[in-house]
């Protein structure tokens, strides 16, 4: 089962990844409301995989549809708060060349305060 929060501080789009992210159709909402809230006001996505406990190759796909969404309007994704298993496979997949990757942020306010 996959959920997600989303909280807004421009420029700034705070999203909790709770669950297994493991097909296209789990992160279909997700991407829909994404794409609903990025614009040039909020250009940046944070996504805290805190909570995320497994994904896959189609649920890193789907990280990257985010990024290419936040780049195409200058901005940018963050991933924060990667578990072992997560942060090994960003590794194995050079996925950790492409995505800014920060731990220890527990809000929006953390990230911008660490900035």
């Known amino acids: 089962m996959f ?31 994404i794409s609903l809230e990025l614009s040039s006001k909020n250009p940046f996505i944070i996504m805290n995989l805190k909570d995320l406990n497994y994904i896959n190759s189609s649920g890193f796909n789907n990280f990257l549809k985010v990024l290419t969404l936040s780049r195409n309007i200058d901005g940018d994704t963050i991933l924060c708060n990667t578990n072992n298993n997560i942060n090994q496979l960003l590794i194995t997949t050079k996925l950790n060349t ?18």
């Open 98 to 115: 492409i995505f800014k990757i920060e731990n220890e942020i527990n809000s929006i306010e953390d990230y911008i305060n660490k900035k």
């Open 3 to 33: 959920e997600f929060n989303i909280k807004k501080q421009s420029p700034y789009i705070w999203v909790d990844l709770i669950g297994k992210l493991i097909s296209d159709e789990d992160a279909t909402n997700m991407m829909d409301t």
